[in-house]
Nanobody, 125 residues
């Protein structure tokens, strides 16, 4: 059984930082691309960042480029999202997912086969 557990969310003020973690059990992630998405209340889940299996390639949502960094430690079966200079628009539940389509469409949530339960990030102005 594959399980993803996100952690690291919280309530911060604009301009502050958070580091999210996503630890996977039940499957070795070294062969899979991984992604982070977020969902604001009443809105659809949107792409934030994705990383290739080795970490050599990354993609970001335009609004988070230069502020967020996705990384991974395959030895720990964990993916991270470092979020700096947070803005109120970054508020939402952040989910990580396992990409089952070989990094072909990393921005599409339909490419991800497993999801965690999410971690809440709230940025106050």
């Amino acid at each position: 059984q594959v399980q993803l557990v996100e952690s690291g969310g919280g309530l911060v003020q604009a301009g502050e930082s958070l580091r999210l973690s996503c630890t996977v059990s039940g499957r070795t992630i070294s062969r899979y691309a991984m992604g982070w998405f977020r969902q604001a209340p009443g809105k659809e889940r949107v792409f934030v960042a994705a990383i290739s299996p080795t970490g050599s390639d990354t993609y970001y949502r335009d609004s988070v480029k230069s502020r967020f960094t996705i990384s991974r430690d395959n030895n720990r079966n964990t993916v991270y999202l470092q979020m700096n200079s947070l803005k109120p628009d970054d508020t939402g539940v952040y989910y990580c997912g396992v990409d089952n389509l070989g990094f072909l469409t990393p921005r599409d949530p339909g490419a991800y086969v497993y999801w965690g339960q999410g971690t809440q990030v709230t940025v106050s102005s």
